[in-house]
C-alpha cells in the first residue's frame, strides 16, 4: 500500500517570497505519477502540477516547481514570487499501481498562508 | 466549458435520515469519481466509475452507501440512514479515462454534509 506524508501542517510566505512545501511517499511501484492540488476556501480542487516517476526532469508550471528525488521518494513543491491568491491548502498526491491507477492517494495538506 | 457540477452545495440533516448527492461531470468524461474528504484531510476515493461500470468500489462502505452512474452520465452518492461520523465534504471528479497515459483529474466544489 502506497501512503503519502506531509510533515507541514502550516507555511507562512510574505508575499513575493518562495516558499517550499515538503512531501514523502512510500511506494514498491517503479511506475507512478505525483502531483500537487490546491484547494482554496471555495473547496474546488485544482491540479497544480504534476510529474512522472520515469521523467528524471523536474516539472515546472510558471511560479511553481517540484524537486522529485526517486531514490530518497521525496516530492516537494516550491512556490516563487508567492501571490495572495496562492493562500491555500495544498495536497500532494501518488497515483500508480497495477489495481490503482486512477485511484489518487491525497497526503493530510499543508496550510498555506500568503501575507503582504 | 462547464467544469463538474455538484448539488446541493450544503446540506444538513439530523442522523439516521437518508442523503443524496448529484454530480454531473465533463461533457466527454468516461471516468467519474467520487471522495470523502474529513475535516483536516486529504480526499479518499469512495468508487470510481468507467461509465456505468463500477470498477473500484472497496472503500465505499457498503452497508450505508451506495451509488450509481445511470446512462454513464449523471452520478448519484446517496447514505441511508446518516450517521454523526459521516460529516464531511462529499468530492465529485471526472477524468477522460482512468488508464495510462494518465489524464487529470477535474474536481467539483463538494457538498458539506453536516448529519446532526
Known amino acids: 500500500a502506497q501512503t503519502v506524508t506531509q510533515s507541514q501542517p502550516e507555511m507562512s510566505v510574505q508575499e513575493a517570497e518562495t516558499v517550499t512545501l515538503s512531501c514523502t511517499y512510500d511506494?514498491?511501484?517503479?511506475?507512478?505519477?505525483l502531483f500537487w492540488y490546491k484547494q482554496p476556501p471555495s473547496r474546488q480542487m485544482i491540479l497544480v502540477i504534476r510529474?512522472?516517476?520515469?521523467?528524471?526532469q523536474n516539472a515546472t508550471e510558471n511560479r511553481f516547481s517540484v524537486n522529485f528525488q526517486k531514490a530518497a521518494k521525496s516530492f516537494s513543491l516550491k512556490i516563487s514570487d508567492s501571490q495572495l491568491g496562492d493562500t491555500a491548502m495544498y495536497f500532494c498526491?501518488?497515483?500508480?499501481?497495477?489495481?490503482?491507477?486512477?485511484?489518487?492517494?491525497f497526503g493530510a495538506g499543508t496550510q498555506v498562508v500568503v501575507t503582504p | 466549458e462547464a467544469g463538474v457540477v455538484q448539488s446541493p452545495r450544503y446540506k444538513i440533516i439530523e442522523k439516521k435520515q437518508p442523503v443524496a448527492f448529484w454530480c454531473n461531470p465533463i461533457s466527454g468524461h468516461n471516468t467519474l469519481y467520487w471522495y470523502l474528504q474529513n475535516l483536516g484531510q486529504g480526499p479518499e476515493l469512495l468508487i470510481r466509475y468507467e461509465n456505468e461500470e463500477a470498477v473500484d468500489d472497496s472503500q465505499l462502505p457498503k452497508d450505508r452507501f451506495s451509488a450509481e452512474r445511470l446512462k454513464g452520465v449523471d452520478s448519484t452518492l446517496k447514505i441511508q440512514p446518516a450517521e454523526l461520523g459521516d460529516s464531511a465534504v462529499y468530492l465529485c471528479?471526472?477524468?477522460?479515462?482512468?488508464?495510462?497515459?494518465?489524464?487529470?483529474?477535474?474536481f467539483g466544489p463538494g457538498t458539506r454534509l453536516t448529519v446532526l
Open positions: 498526491a501518488f497515483m500508480g499501481g497495477t489495481d490503482s491507477w486512477g485511484k489518487l492517494q
Open positions: 510529474q512522472e516517476a520515469y521523467k528524471q
Open positions: 511506494t514498491s511501484e517503479n511506475n507512478y505519477y
Open positions: 471528479a471526472s477524468s477522460q479515462t482512468s488508464g495510462r497515459p494518465v489524464n487529470e483529474q477535474f
